[in-house]
């Protein structure tokens, strides 16, 4: 049972690097979303995509780029990462066809701008 | 006032003891509501959907009070193992309409001790 699968499972990155950051679900969701959790903050919603080919903004999207390439992967770019983007990244996924539906997450991507 | 509140703690408590959570959400309208459980900053991991009649299962009980919007999470009998950080999860509306975005609580952290 691989859920919800993330890769890579940490970097480490320079400030100005660009990166993406993969995830893909083999549960059939329609719906993907990306997280960042910091000390403190909690999980914060950054992007997410209710069905393939849509994309909306979260809480906090500044900084980011989603893709939704097809029913199964939904990635994350930063495209010229600062240290203030350093966090532990999730990767989420649900059948929102249906209500009440929960969301199930990758194991994240610990990610570190020097 | 935050979308969903959550008391941090942390929650120290004995091995047996009875402990409870409550988490506050601001949205009259919201329809869905999950407990995760997360260790260690790793990723969360659904507990429990919480249920209008209020459910339980084993040693985890939820209950949802709508007139004073807030759920809870009782863990009778708690065990080492149930030392972890306890996420609440709710809607801002109506889930259809929200792609299923959810809002989580910062976390309540628990300590079980010998």
């Known amino acids: 049972n691989a859920g919800v699968t993330q890769t890579p499972k940490f970097q480490v990155l320079k400030t100005g690097q660009s990166m993406t950051l993969q995830c893909a679900q083999d549960?059939?969701?329609?719906?993907m979303y990306w997280y960042r959790q910091d000390p403190g903050m909690g999980l914060r919603l950054i992007y997410y995509?209710?069905?393939?080919?849509?994309?909306d903004k979260g809480e906090v999207p500044n900084g980011y780029n989603v893709s939704r390439l097809n029913k199964r992967e939904f990635s994350l770019r930063l495209e010229s990462a600062a240290p203030s983007q350093t966090s532990v990244y999730f990767c989420?996924?649900?059948?929102?066809?249906?209500?009440?539906?929960?969301?199930?997450f990758g194991d994240g991507t610990r990610l570190s701008i020097l | 006032r935050k979308e969903v509140e959550q008391d941090p703690g942390p929650f120290n408590v004995p091995e047996g003891a009875t402990v409870a959570f409550n988490c506050t959400y601001s949205?009259?309208?919201?329809?869905?509501f999950f407990w995760y459980r997360q260790d260690c900053r790793k990723e969360p991991k659904l507990l429990m959907s919480v249920y209008s009649s209020g459910n339980e299962d084993g040693r985890f009980t939820a209950q949802l009070n709508r007139a004073s919007q807030y759920i809870s999470l009782l863990i009778r009998d708690s065990k080492l193992s149930d030392s972890a950080t306890y996420l609440c999860?709710?809607?801002?509306?109506?889930?259809?309409?929200?792609?299923?975005?959810?809002?989580f609580g910062q976390g309540t952290e628990l300590s079980v001790k010998p």
């Open positions: 949205n009259s309208a919201s329809q869905s």
């Open positions: 989420a996924s649900s059948n929102t066809e249906f209500s009440n539906q929960p969301q199930h």
């Open positions: 549960m059939n969701h329609n719906s």
């Open positions: 999860a709710v809607n801002m509306g109506l889930f259809y309409n929200q792609g299923g975005k959810l809002i």
């Open positions: 995509s209710a069905s393939e080919g849509t994309t």
